[in-house]
């Protein structure tokens, strides 16, 4: 497939692109060499950019949910209570202690 880089100023550096059916649809896909898998990220027409929107959202989604589970998993590791980074962070905020 073609690597696709920026497009029209989002940055989708590490997927690729197909086009099928006479390239009326691509198909907008990673490879994760390290442990050889294929992700297919969206499928769709070019019109508008939306297959391109589409894997973007879901690039930044994917992105936001492995830095929850990282922060979470830290939090495990150092034996604290485990709520929700959202909620931590939130009592860190109003100066509350995470035992209330």
Avoid: F, H
């Avoid at 390290?34 to 929107?53: A, F, M, N, Q, W």
Wanted: charged share 30%.
């Amino acid at each position: 497939g073609e690597a696709l880089g920026n497009k029209a100023g989002m940055d989708l550096t590490g997927y690729y692109k197909i086009y099928i059916l006479k390239k009326k649809m691509r198909i907008i896909y990673e490879v994760k060499e390290e442990i050889l898998i294929v992700s297919v990220i969206s499928t769709g027409k070019r019109e508008d950019y939306s297959v391109y929107i589409q894997s973007y959202l879901r690039r930044i989604y994917i992105k936001n949910a492995e830095d929850k589970l990282k922060a979470l998993g830290k939090l495990q590791s150092m034996n604290l209570p485990v709520g929700s980074p959202e909620l931590l962070e939130q009592q860190t905020l109003n100066g509350q202690d995470m035992d209330d």
